[in-house]
C-alpha cells in the first residue's frame, strides 16, 4: 500500500495539515480497500503547537519520514530562519535527508519554503500563496515560480498554493495515481469540485497589475481553450504581444518547457480526460485534443502513459 506521511511543524496550520488525511483517507479500490497510508509525524514526535488556540499530538516522529513512498509538508507560521533567512534548522534539515531516493515530495500553500530551502525546487517550477509570490521570488531566485496557478505538478516533486489548493493537489495526485473514478468520488465525498479551473489570480484581494508583456499567463489559459485548433508559435507570440524570440524564453521561464512541449503535455492531459469522462469514439478525442488523427493520439497517449486510447478507456473509465 502507498504510504502518505504528512510533516507537521511547530505553528502548523491545522486547515492544510488535515487535507491529505482526508482525501487520500478517503480513496479506496473496487473492492472498498484503501488505497493509501497516512501517517502524520512530527520532528521529535512530540506535541506541536497549531495556528490556533490548540496543539496537536502525532504518533510518529521523523523516522516515518524513511518510510514514505509520499512525503507531504504541510505549512507552519511563516517565522524562523526558513522564512526569513531561507534556511533549514539542523533537526529539519536531517529529517529531510532522510528521505528515500525515489519518494514523492509534495508542499502544501507556503511549505514551498520549506522545499526552496533544502535545494529540492532549484531549477524546477513551483507555485506558492499568492500573497508570497514576490518576497519568494527574492529569496529564491533560482525556483521557476508560477504565481498564477492552483498547482505545479513537475513528476516527483508538487507544489499548491494556499490553502484549499491542497485539495486541488491531492485530488490531481489521486487522478494521476488512480484515475478520474477515484478522484471524483473522493471529491463527492468531501463536497468539493472534482477540479477547479482558472490560476491564484481570481482569489487576489486586489487585482494583479496588467503586465500584458511580462508573462504569458494569458495565453496559457487561451490555448487550454483551443487545444483544438493549429496553434503555431507566431499565433500565440501574437496573442501574448510579444516576438517569437521574446514569447519563447518567456514561456520556458515560467512553466520550464518549450510551447510546443507544454502544449503537447496538455493535449495529452485533455485527451486521458475524455476517455475517462466520455464515450466519444477514439477519433473524436483525437480530434478534440489537437492530435488531429487516431494514430497520432495512439502514438503520444502510449508514449507517455504506456498504453493505447482502448486500454487507457478500459482501465480508468469513470463508473467503470
Known amino acids: 500500500m502507498h504510504r502518505i506521511v504528512v510533516l507537521a511543524l511547530d505553528g502548523v496550520m491545522p486547515f492544510e495539515l488535515g487535507i491529505p488525511g482526508r482525501v487520500f483517507g478517503l480513496a479506496q479500490d473496487a473492492a472498498g480497500a484503501p488505497l493509501y497510508e497516512v501517517l502524520t509525524c512530527t520532528l521529535d514526535g512530540r506535541p506541536v503547537r497549531a495556528d490556533a488556540d490548540f496543539a496537536i499530538a502525532v504518533e510518529h516522529g521523523a523516522e516515518a519520514i524513511a518510510t514514505a513512498d509520499t512525503l507531504v509538508v504541510a505549512p507552519n507560521v511563516p517565522i524562523g530562519p526558513v522564512y526569513e533567512e531561507g534556511l533549514l534548522p539542523s533537526p529539519l534539515a536531517d ?17 514551498t519554503y520549506v522545499l526552496a530551502a533544502a535545494g529540492l525546487l532549484d531549477g524546477r517550477p513551483a507555485t506558492t500563496h499568492w500573497r508570497h509570490v514576490e518576497r519568494f521570488q527574492r529569496m529564491f531566485p533560482q525556483v521557476r515560480l508560477d504565481g498564477d496557478v492552483l498547482f505545479v505538478d513537475d513528476g516527483d516533486v508538487l507544489t499548491s498554493a494556499g490553502a484549499a489548493a491542497g485539495v486541488d493537489l491531492c485530488l490531481h495526485l489521486l487522478r494521476r495515481d488512480h484515475g478520474s473514478a ?48 493549429p496553434l503555431q508559435l507566431s499565433l500565440l507570440a501574437s496573442h501574448a504581444g510579444m516576438s517569437v524570440r521574446t514569447f519563447t524564453r518567456r514561456f520556458r521561464a515560467e512553466t520550464g518547457a518549450s510551447p510546443g512541449d507544454w502544449i503537447l503535455r496538455q493535449r495529452v492531459e485533455l485527451a486521458r ?8 469514439p477514439v477519433e473524436r478525442v483525437a480530434g478534440e485534443a489537437g492530435f488531429g488523427t487516431a494514430a497520432s493520439l495512439r502514438g503520444h497517449l502510449r508514449a507517455t502513459v504506456g498504453v493505447s486510447p482502448t486500454a487507457y478507456r478500459a482501465a480508468f473509465r469513470v463508473g467503470a
Not at 97 to 109: E, F, N
Not at 197 to 220: I, L, W
Open 182 to 229: 477515484t478522484a471524483n468520488a473522493v471529491a463527492r465525498r468531501c463536497i468539493v469540485p472534482a477540479w477547479r479551473d482558472g490560476g491564484q489570480a481570481q482569489y487576489v484581494e486586489h487585482p494583479m497589475p496588467e503586465e500584458v508583456s511580462a508573462s504569458t499567463a494569458a495565453t496559457r489559459t487561451w490555448v487550454l481553450q483551443h487545444l483544438d485548433r
Open 273 to 280: 480526460r475524455l476517455l475517462e469522462t466520455t464515450e466519444l
Open 95 to 111: 529529517a529531510l535527508a532522510g528521505v528515500r531516493p525515489g519518494t514523492r515530495i509534495v508542499s502544501i500553500c507556503i511549505a
